[in-house]
């Protein structure tokens, strides 16, 4: 049996799409390729050009492919999570099986039965999250295959979204003439990368995902997927004021607001950081001068997630996982730590190849859904192994005689001998 698994894991953002192909292989992941493409099309997270995204959608996948040597057919989606929430059900299965043992097909059975669950017309069933088992009166968060039980007792997390948004997005990614393995909303998928389950046990742990156009906030307590919200602010915004105000092209402008620009102006200087010709004349913009530019659209975001997280802050004790595109904001974390009591922490990931916070819902894509995977199709890839196989099948090659390091280390040798 082959214990190696590829997939492909797509995140469709607000000015780029983001793929990430990478493998299981005996329990280890490895990162094979990643592909970013600009894109526009999205407005406050909803598709407005659907052409332009199925493009672009396309270009990265035959990037990834003709890379790889392989045709990507199928990926893991991850959706925003507008007006995500969740449906918490217990369901009874009764085991009728000769042997009474709990199977696998016992747990799959709950699950359908959730999924049965009522939900308002305007939402969709994203996931359906088993979080712990009861059997013979012992309650688990680990699945009970094999134990003896009559019945099997299981707590489901339904977690639902915006029905819109989220059509649009796999419409997209099949015009584009891939197949959906699955979807995730992207606050799930960073909590399950990042372990926040099990940190939220003791704590309440808020997924702050900061992009251009968007900030996303969810909960994470007692282990479990709590809330989310949305609001339709990012750090675009304060780009935009130094393209405004200095008229700047929009890259260079978000290259100063990540790098150069200090969110505590206290700590700035007024010596020049960036110098260009304007109508012929040279122009220069100081520390200070571009601090002072956006710190009105910075307080204001500040005073949102002031609002948004005070009252989780004072139910108990509570840590704020900064994430997304924003993370690359030099300061961004001590900014936030400042105006929050709670503890701030910025989170990147640990795999080789994508070290960056950009890419922490995209891959966290791959351990939601290594979780289930036994529940749904556990043969599934997102290419056609055997053709993967054969394009990275190893071939030696006959090493020249002449030019092999050891001949030469002889050569130099006997040479030296002789003279």
Same mark, same amino acid.
Not at 58 to 78: F, Q, R
Not at 217 to 244: H, M, S, T, Y
Not at 335 to 358: D, F, H, M, N, W
């Given at each position: 049996m082959n214990n190696k698994q590829i997939f492909a894991a797509l995140e469709i953002a607000d000015h780029e799409i983001r793929l990430i192909v990478g493998e299981f292989y005996n329990t280890r992941f490895n990162v094979i390729k990643v592909e970013r493409v600009e894109v526009s099309g999205l407005s406050n997270l909803h598709i407005t050009n659907d052409k332009s995204i199925t493009e672009a959608i396309k270009k990265a996948v035959d990037n990834a492919s003709n890379k790889i040597g392989a045709k990507i057919e199928k990926v893991l989606l991850s959706i925003p999570s507008v007006n995500a929430i969740?449906?918490?059900?217990?369901?009874?299965?009764?085991?009728?099986?000769?042997?009474?043992?709990?199977? %696998?097909?016992?747990?799959?059975? =709950? %699950?359908?039965?959730?999924?049965?669950?009522? !939900?308002?017309?305007?939402?969709?069933? %994203?996931?359906a999250i088993c979080v712990k088992y009861t059997t013979n009166g012992i309650t688990s968060r680990r699945m009970p295959l094999g134990e003896v039980s009559d019945d099997l007792n299981v707590h489901i997390d339904l977690l639902c979204a915006d029905k819109k948004i989220a059509f649009e997005y796999a419409q997209c990614v099949e015009r =584009?003439?891939?197949?959906?393995i699955d979807i995730s909303l992207d606050s799930f998928a960073i909590a399950k990368e990042a372990c926040l389950f099990e940190q939220s046990v003791s704590q309440n742990v808020v997924v702050l995902k900061l992009e251009r156009g968007s900030t996303t906030f969810a909960l994470i307590k007692n282990g479990r997927f709590q809330n989310c919200e949305v609001i339709e602010k990012g750090f675009g915004e304060w780009v935009g004021k130094i393209c405004d105000h200095y008229k700047l092209?929009?890259?260079?402008?978000?290259?100063?607001?990540?790098y150069n620009a200090k969110l505590d102006i206290k700590?700035?200087?007024?010596?020049?950081i960036y110098i260009w010709a304007n109508n012929g004349e040279t122009a220069t913009i100081s520390e200070l001068q571009l601090s002072e530019s956006i710190a009105k659209v910075c307080d204001e975001w500040i005073e949102m997630l002031?609002?948004?997280?005070?009252? !989780? %802050?004072?139910?108990?004790?509570?840590?704020? !996982?900064?994430?997304?595109?924003?993370?690359?904001?030099?300061? !961004?974390?001590?900014?936030?730590?400042?105006?929050?009591?709670? =503890?701030?922490?910025?989170?990147?990931?640990?795999?080789?190849?994508?070290?960056?916070?950009?890419?922490?819902?995209?891959?966290?894509?791959?351990?939601?859904?290594?979780?289930?995977?036994?529940?749904?199709?556990?043969?599934?890839?997102?290419?056609d192994m055997d053709q993967f196989m054969?394009?990275?099948?190893?071939?030696?090659?006959?090493?020249?005689?002449?030019?092999?390091?050891?001949?030469?280390?002889?050569t130099m040798l006997f040479d030296s001998k002789n003279n």
């Amino acid at each position: 049996m082959n214990n190696k698994q590829i997939f492909a894991a797509l995140e469709i953002a607000d000015h780029e799409i983001r793929l990430i192909v990478g493998e299981f292989y005996n329990t280890r992941f490895n990162v094979i390729k990643v592909e970013r493409v600009e894109v526009s099309g999205l407005s406050n997270l909803h598709i407005t050009n659907d052409k332009s995204i199925t493009e672009a959608i396309k270009k990265a996948v035959d990037n990834a492919s003709n890379k790889i040597g392989a045709k990507i057919e199928k990926v893991l989606l991850s959706i925003p999570s507008v007006n995500a929430i969740r449906i918490p059900v217990k369901v009874n299965v009764k085991n009728n099986s000769i042997d009474k043992k709990i199977t %696998i097909l016992d747990i799959k059975n =709950a %699950i359908n039965k959730a999924m049965l669950t009522e !939900i308002d017309d305007k939402l969709a069933l %994203i996931n359906a999250i088993c979080v712990k088992y009861t059997t013979n009166g012992i309650t688990s968060r680990r699945m009970p295959l094999g134990e003896v039980s009559d019945d099997l007792n299981v707590h489901i997390d339904l977690l639902c979204a915006d029905k819109k948004i989220a059509f649009e997005y796999a419409q997209c990614v099949e015009r =584009a003439g891939v197949e959906v393995i699955d979807i995730s909303l992207d606050s799930f998928a960073i909590a399950k990368e990042a372990c926040l389950f099990e940190q939220s046990v003791s704590q309440n742990v808020v997924v702050l995902k900061l992009e251009r156009g968007s900030t996303t906030f969810a909960l994470i307590k007692n282990g479990r997927f709590q809330n989310c919200e949305v609001i339709e602010k990012g750090f675009g915004e304060w780009v935009g004021k130094i393209c405004d105000h200095y008229k700047l092209p929009l890259d260079v402008a978000t290259r100063l607001c990540k790098y150069n620009a200090k969110l505590d102006i206290k700590q700035c200087v007024n010596s020049p950081i960036y110098i260009w010709a304007n109508n012929g004349e040279t122009a220069t913009i100081s520390e200070l001068q571009l601090s002072e530019s956006i710190a009105k659209v910075c307080d204001e975001w500040i005073e949102m997630l002031n609002e948004v997280c005070t009252p !989780i %802050i004072d139910s108990g004790p509570t840590q704020i !996982i900064v994430t997304g595109e924003g993370t690359e904001i030099v300061g !961004i974390e001590e900014y936030i730590k400042q105006k929050l009591t709670c =503890a701030v922490k910025k989170y990147t990931p640990e795999t080789l190849g994508v070290r960056s916070a950009t890419l922490s819902s995209c891959l966290g894509l791959f351990y939601a859904y290594a979780d289930l995977h036994l529940l749904l199709n556990p043969e599934v890839n997102s290419m056609d192994m055997d053709q993967f196989m054969e394009t990275v099948q190893y071939k030696p090659l006959k090493a020249d005689e002449e030019n092999t390091l050891t001949n030469k280390l002889k050569t130099m040798l006997f040479d030296s001998k002789n003279n």
